[in-house]
């Protein structure tokens, strides 16, 4: 069902391999049922052949006893059989789930930022293809050549017409592959980037209510799901044009099987409970290639979510265990970073180089859309570079376990980007799910809030730090969710410090407070670096750097970056004029 299944990588082999047994009973379970499967027409064969001829009542009441402990033994298996899928589906949950999200969080995997954002929706769709009906059909289909041989048993014609009708059904089914198989890739693609768009959309609904933007967008989306609806309209019309004369030719073939019968017994070639097994025999022979062909559309969203979840995982394959490094002491070498945005050519950073020694406070300053938050995404983990390498105390970012390193590191992007869950959750990263020392995180928490200047702030909050926020930390204003942002930067106490215009949405006193927390950090000997645009933290800065179009134009102690910068300013204003339009 699976294309390069042959090929699966190791968490993904892991996980298959841990639903093998479950698969195995199932296929075990049924087979037997496809054995009972065989008792009513066997049932139906002695009914006409014995017990009407015969008038044998006693032979009735025992073939109807068997008859009902066979069907009760089927419902039985069905039940177990279903049960031991369920189990299947959960145990491959288990197994894949948690990989694929931390996968996708650690952004190893070439599938792109869309495809990330639902890959939990491309695994539940492999998940209910391998544990669901369309693993069934698979089961049975292997049944079709005994039920055929079965059929022979009773006159060869019989067993004729159900291999012709099977051979017309698997031809269909591979027109159907072959017409049906490019349109569902799109229309599935169609469908995965309509949805990651609304989702979007929703998330800013506050913005897009304030700016009426409502209309706009909601035709966007219609005109987004109205492509993806042509998309499926068509596979499904090319589909349905073959499982309608897949339907038609099964349907035919059991009642021409019921016909080619009682010519066959008026011929006195069968006898007469066979006319009607004929037909019961020949329809379970077709029956799991027309389940296969009506589940198709299925089989192949399960396909491109199969090749989309193993390339994601494959990326995981090549991660080798990394020797754990000591906690670093904030000595930062960037040696030509270089990076671009996709599908562009100029680059977000070109060949940056500089050097932090631990206690030193940078700024970074330069217009927009210099690479100044760039370069924090790249020197905190958010992002990784193209080429060129960022070293913590000589060891390359690459080097590092980048779960252990981020435990090192705090960063302040310039959005803030709270998530859903309580003050102190956010601040302590959410570290309460993987610990039980609730009272060593509260310290910690309430460390980083008094570092941060945010501790009285929270306080004053309905609940304090039991606050419970909604996505992107709803319920707090903007300055107060960058001090709380702050607060979880700087949370475990991290000797690398980045910060991305941390006093963007800050009053007076919120900046003053700042310039406080930037000192203690100074003396805590942590590296900081920060992206501003206001200049009122500059008194506690060391160094500056100076970026324009992704390069590093100056770099230096303050004072001598300023008076480089004022002698740059003062050269280029323009000398002042006299009445007559004259420098004096």
């Not at 390498?389 to 705090?410: H, K, N, T």
Request: proline share 4%.
């Amino acid at each position: 069902m699976l294309r390069d299944l042959h090929k699966p990588s190791a968490p993904m082999k892991a996980a298959l391999s841990s639903c093998r047994r479950h698969f195995l009973s199932s296929l075990i379970f049924s087979a037997l049922m496809n054995v009972l499967y065989i008792g009513p027409v066997l049932y139906m064969l002695q009914i006409y052949d014995r017990v009407v001829t015969g008038q044998g009542r006693l032979t009735l009441f025992f073939l109807t006893v068997i008859i009902i402990f066979a069907i009760g033994t089927l419902a039985l298996l069905e039940q177990v059989r279903s049960r031991l899928l369920v189990r299947a589906s959960i145990r491959f949950d288990r197994q894949l789930s948690g990989l694929l999200l931390d996968t996708a969080l650690s952004g190893r995997g070439s599938t792109g930022e869309a495809m990330n954002k639902q890959i939990l929706r491309e695994f539940d769709a492999l998940r209910q293809a391998l544990t669901g009906p369309t693993i069934l059909s698979i089961f049975d289909f292997p049944w079709s050549p005994i039920y055929v041989l079965v059929c022979f048993l009773i006159h060869p014609a019989i067993a004729a017409m159900a291999v012709v009708g099977g051979g017309a059904l698997l031809f269909i089914a591979l027109c159907n592959e072959r017409r049906t198989n490019a349109p569902l890739k799109q229309a599935n693609d169609a469908a995965n980037k309509a949805y990651v768009s609304q989702e979007q959309t929703i998330a800013g609904a506050e913005v897009i209510r304030a700016l009426g933007m409502r209309n706009a967008l909601v035709r966007r989306h219609l005109l987004e799901r109205r492509t993806m609806l042509n998309l499926q309209a068509g596979a499904s019309f090319a589909g349905g044009h073959y499982v309608a004369i897949s339907k038609f030719i099964r349907l035919a073939l059991q009642s021409l099987a019921l016909g080619l019968g009682a010519w066959l017994a008026i011929n006195n070639q069968i006898s007469a409970g066979a006319i009607f097994a004929s037909s019961f025999l020949v329809g379970r022979a077709l029956a799991p290639i027309d389940q296969l062909l009506g589940a198709w559309r299925s089989v192949v969203h399960a396909r491109a979510s199969y090749g989309t979840l193993n390339d994601l995982l494959a990326a995981r394959d090549a991660d080798i265990a990394l020797t754990r490094l000591p906690a670093p002491k904030g000595h930062i070498a960037v040696e030509h970073l270089t990076c671009f945005n996709p599908g562009q050519e100029r680059p977000v950073l070109a060949d940056v180089n500089f050097t932090v020694e631990p206690g030193e406070v940078i700024a970074i300053v330069g217009p927009s859309g210099a690479g100044k938050s760039t370069l924090l995404r790249m020197l905190s983990g958010a992002a990784r570079p193209l080429r060129g390498s960022i070293r913590y105390d000589g060891a390359d970012m690459q080097d590092w376990d980048s779960e252990r390193l981020a435990g090192f590191v705090g960063y302040l992007p310039q959005d803030t980007s709270l998530f859903a869950g309580t003050i102190k959750e956010n601040i302590a990263r959410f570290g309460n799910y993987l610990s039980d020392e609730e009272e060593a995180i509260d310290d910690a928490v309430i460390e980083a809030a008094r570092l941060s200047g945010a501790h009285d702030m929270i306080q004053q909050l309905p609940g304090g730090y039991n606050l419970t926020l909604d996505w992107g930390g709803r319920g707090l204003s903007a300055g107060q969710a960058q001090r709380v942002g702050l607060a979880r930067a700087l949370y475990g106490g991290p000797p690398l410090v980045f910060l991305d215009e941390p006093n963007a949405h800050l009053d007076a006193e919120g900046e003053v407070r700042l310039v406080a927390t930037l000192a203690d950090l100074k003396k805590r000997n942590a590296s900081v670096i920060i992206v501003a645009h206001r200049m009122g933290i500059l008194g506690v800065v060391d160094k500056i750097m100076v970026m324009r179009d992704g390069r590093v134009e100056a770099f230096g102690g303050r004072d001598d970056v300023l008076g480089r910068l004022k002698a740059i300013r003062s050269e280029e204003r323009p000398a002042p004029q006299t009445a007559e339009g004259q420098a004096p």
